[in-house]
């Protein structure tokens, strides 16, 4: 499997290099740069979540969703666990407890695991939107934003698509067709986001800031995935019996060791906190997860079989 996942970083990275290669040679500004992320965060990615839900019912996926949804839970309760004992900075508590999910879990899950691996994936992302919109929300803002969640698109994406797949049918192909078309999308686009938001990382700041991204690279990427790696085998042996269980564990273990979330210098500029440190972190563990997540992968196969 970390073959496979080597694979599908290296076809990712390539469209990378492009977009990082256009975003130098156009000189793409902050305003282009938001209009990228908003194409695919709240666009792109919600039309991911849909047509992964537009299959025929099964009462024992849905079973398995929620229970990546609980793996979620507890990954997470671990990883900002981890962000509170380890720092007291704000930035850095969010980037150990939240990850990019979305932008690379999504396409390396698919890659890897197929649509039924994405269709699993959403119960990681569902408890990746609730907290970070309420933990995340309050650790920069002080409160906490309730409307922001309800209203957040990939929520709404997620509420529409279980209605759609309790139904006792799937879209129309007039509909199912542009869906799937704007889902396959995502991986070239995120990517090409990952490689602009790169092109604008500025080497005097990282010079100014480079110990300190050192030791958050590590917990981020090595520690806080190694402690959170052990868990998931605590629950697979617990566990063994449930269906497709190895594949559940593998979905989030992937998507808990992915580089710091492209959401968090958003929320950095929003409440004027150190926005270009919490890109700088989204730069540098985007490009050290090429070598780190197979390595976790490769692990995990190890120790989880």
């Known amino acids: ?5 080597m694979k599908q970083l290296i076809t990712m990275f390539i469209i990378g290099l ?11 500004d902050e305003d282009q740069r938001k209009f990228l992320s908003k194409l695919l965060l709240y666009f792109i990615n919600p039309s991911v979540i849909i047509n992964s839900f537009n299959k025929e019912f099964d009462g ?10 609980a793996l979620a839970l507890v990954v997470h309760g671990i ?4 962000g509170l004992l380890s720092s007291k ?8 407890a939240f990850t ?8 390396l899950i698919r890659g890897v695991f197929g649509d039924e691996g994405v269709f699993y994936l959403m119960g990681y992302l569902v408890i990746f939107n609730l907290l970070i919109w309420t933990y995340g929300y309050h650790q920069l803002s002080g409160t906490a934003n309730f409307k922001k969640i309800i209203t957040n698109p990939n929520i709404i994406a997620v509420a529409l698509g279980i209605v759609l797949y309790c139904m006792p049918f799937t879209l129309p192909q007039v509909l199912a067709t542009p869906l799937s078309m704007i889902s ?11 490689g602009v938001l790169i092109a604008s990382f500025n080497p005097a700041e990282g010079k100014e800031y480079i110990w300190k991204i050192t030791k958050f690279s590590i917990l981020r990427l090595l520690i806080c995935s190694f402690i959170c790696t052990f868990v998931l085998l605590g629950i697979y042996k617990l566990c063994g019996n449930f269906p497709d269980v190895r594949m559940l564990i593998f979905v989030v273990m992937i998507c808990l060791s992915c580089p710091v979330a492209t959401t968090i210098p958003g929320l950095a500029c929003v409440f004027d906190k150190n926005a270009s440190y919490a890109s700088l972190i989204v730069s540098v563990t985007s490009l050290l ?8 992968v490769a692990f995990a196969e190890l120790i989880i079989k």
């Open 100 to 107: 990019n999910c979305g932008f690379i879990g999504i396409p």
């Open 89 to 96: 900075d704000q930035i850095d508590r969010l980037g150990i």
């Open 79 to 82: 990883m900002i666990l981890v």
């Open 184 to 194: 396959d999308l995502n991986t070239a686009v995120s990517m090409i986001v990952i």
């Open 60 to 69: 024992g996926k849905l079973k398995q969703l929620l229970f990546v949804a």
């Open 18 to 28: 492009c977009g990082f290669i256009f975003a130098k040679a156009f000189k793409v």
């Open 289 to 296: 997860c090429i070598v780190t997540l197979p390595l976790m």
């Open 1 to 5: 499997m970390y073959l496979l996942v």
